[in-house]
């Protein structure tokens, strides 16, 4: 799980960083608010579900299997 925190959790922390800078200070409209945050919460279940993938790659065969399916949704 080291390889999934040291991957994973900075793109997650600098992600969240800018899209609060974005809705709080560039941001004008409602609208533009909520479709950054749909698009950065996209960005950031691709990225998560990406790492927990790559780590639990060697898990089994059904696993990767089952894990491969969300790298495609």
């Keep these: 799980m ?4 040291v991957c994973f959790c900075p793109g997650v922390l600098a992600t969240f ?3 609060c800078y974005y809705i709080v200070y560039i941001a004008n409209s409602l609208g533009h608010r909520v479709s950054f945050m749909v698009f950065f919460l996209g960005a950031m279940f691709c990225m998560g579900s990406s790492a927990v993938y790559h ?7 059904t696993i990767c ?3 491969a399916k969300y790298g495609f949704l």
């Design 65 to 67: 299997k089952l894990l």
């Design 2 to 5: 080291c390889v999934l925190c």
């Design 17 to 19: 960083l800018v899209s």
């Design 55 to 61: 780590v639990f790659i060697c898990h089994s065969e």
